[in-house]
């Protein structure tokens, strides 16, 4: 199969890429009949993974956040694909039944997690390769082939974005200096991806050139990704961090002990708008406030050229007991009533600059990012809707 010269494929690759860090974890595995997931529920107290074999319990794992972060689940979809087509390609069906089945696992991972956009680039992804197999005819079309094809892409989408993350965190680590204390907000590291991370990958990178750069987590409720998933990656990795409420931010910028804020993004607007965890716009309007830089950091496959702004992003509305429990314990009144947006939009005007595999983009964001996705075509293209 010939591969689009953007990916960055083999597994010698992620390796290399990965030499200079602590973290052996493996967020996302692509093998043969499995998916295998770190499973992220469980940490930071069991380091476990889940095996899946076959793309409805791929899905199960995206919906339940076994898996959360924009770029580890479009590569997790892309493997769940893969094992779509294995399990299709077995009966040995006409060309008809087997892209049926194809679409079926696609609309069905699609419908996980509308807002993060690497999801849907990665089913776009796959489905350009298995339309251009069938249309190839031959041999090539044979369904065991093509099921053989897209595996092999679900594993170079995999690589790619190691390779994608390793080259953000290099553009991203100039833009701090010795010294410097970074906030970040949510888990945008190597937990998020397939491997490095993206702000987290901006922080590694700086204080791999500096080191001595500090973290102040955000615990990010109401799942604590920051307290569970950032926490524990900063402390594998020995970066110097310490844990705040989402409330502390805005006192510890006042009295000047923020130098910038660095997070990931799960879909970026044509105009620079970007969607990331909830919480994510209060801290960038603090840090407007307070004079503090405020980073975006995430590979071009979260940037949609198909939404003008940030009010075209569908913002993923989850279930209120994630609100008013943890874990299971209740800790919220009984019959208490919450709501439940998984994420919010940060205009463009309250963002420094993007960072991505790319480059430092800065405003005005709109020329930027287009001129970025026409050289390295990765985004998600098609006509730009309000």
């Known amino acids: 199969m010939d591969v689009k010269p953007d990916i960055v494929p083999g597994a010698s690759g992620v390796e290399r890429a990965l030499a200079g860090t602590r973290l052996r974890v493996r967020t996302v595995e692509i093998v043969p009949g499995e998916v295998v997931l770190i499973d992220q529920l469980a940490l ?24 959360r972060g924009a770029p580890a689940i479009g590569v997790t979809a892309a493997g769940g694909l893969a094992l779509a087509a294995r399990a299709a390609a077995a009966s040995d069906p006409d060309a008809v039944a087997f892209r049926a089945s194809l679409e079926e696992a696609a609309a069905g991972l699609a419908a996980t997690r509308p807002t993060a956009v690497n999801l849907t680039w990665a089913i776009a992804e796959m489905r350009a390769l298995w339309e251009a197999e069938l249309a190839a005819g031959g041999e090539r079309a044979r369904p065991a082939a093509v099921a053989a094809a897209l595996l092999a892409r ?37 937990l998020a991806t397939a491997g490095y991370g993206t702000a987290l ?3 590694r990178a700086a204080h791999g050139r500096h080191g001595d750069i500090s973290v102040w987590v955000d615990e990010t409720r109401p799942w604590l990704q920051g307290a569970r998933l950032t926490a ?22 006042s009295r000047g002990e923020v130098d910038g804020v660095v997070v990931g993004a799960d879909r970026i607007a044509v105009n620079g708008d970007t969607a990331n965890k909830i919480g994510t716009y209060t801290v ?24 003008a702004s940030g009010a075209g992003i569908s913002i993923e509305e989850r279930a209120e ?5 943890f874990r299971g314990a209740q800790v919220a009144p009984a019959g208490a009533r919450a709501r439940h947006p998984a994420f919010d939009v940060t205009p463009a005007g309250n963002i420094t600059a993007i960072v991505t595999e790319a480059g430092v983009l800065r405003s005005p964001f709109g020329p930027a990012l287009a001129a970025a996705c026409a050289a390295a ?5 098609g006509e730009a809707r309000p």
């Not at 930071?44 to 898996?67: F, G, K, L, N, S």
């Not at 603090?286 to 940037?303: C, D, I, R």
């Not at 007991?321 to 429990?325: C, L, Q």
Request: aromatic share 6%; net charge negative; glycine share 8%.
């Open 201 to 203: 990958g901006v922080i």
């Open 377 to 381: 075509p990765a985004c998600v293209s």
């Open 154 to 190: 679900a594993q170079a989408i995999h690589d790619d974005d190691v390779a994608r993350c390793v080259a953000i965190g290099a553009h991203g680590a100039g833009l701090f200096a010795a010294g410097d204390r970074v906030l970040t907000h949510c888990n945008a590291g190597a």
């Open 284 to 307: 960038s309007v603090l840090a407007k406030e307070h004079g503090v830089p405020f980073y975006v950091a995430a590979p071009l496959s979260t940037v949609d050229l198909t939404v």
């Open 232 to 253: 524990w990656e900063l402390e594998v990795e020995g970066i110097p961090y310490r844990l705040i409420a989402d409330n502390m931010a805005g006192h510890f910028m």
């Open 44 to 67: 930071p107290h069991d380091e476990r993974y889940v095996r899946c074999q076959t793309w409805r319990e791929v899905a199960d794992r995206i919906r339940d956040m076994t898996v």
């Open 321 to 325: 007991d994630e609100v008013t429990s």
